[in-house]
């Protein structure tokens, strides 16, 4: 399940043709929310180093908690959970 660093595994889903980065989706460490934990839509995200952006947010990665497929199929998991 986890090989590499997310933003590996986030950028093999966002560039490689043979991916469908509508599939994916992260789930971030997000206090304030239900359950502290918030779902962004893989196709929302643009990479850059150190953090991902959404719109304007600008987001760490060590933020992220797991990257899942949309068939609830877990591709990459943080060890601290």
Known sequence: MRKG???EVLAKIKYDPRENEGDY???IE???TYGDVKKIPV????LGHG????GEAQIP???ILKV?????RVIWETRKL
């Open 61 to 63: 990665y060590h933020r």
């Open 5 to 7: 660093s997310v933003k």
């Open 68 to 72: 899942v497929r949309k068939d609830g």
């Open 25 to 27: 989706y992260v789930v």
């Open 43 to 46: 196709e929302m995200i643009e």
């Open 30 to 32: 997000h206090r304030g």
């Open 51 to 54: 953090y991902f952006f959404v």
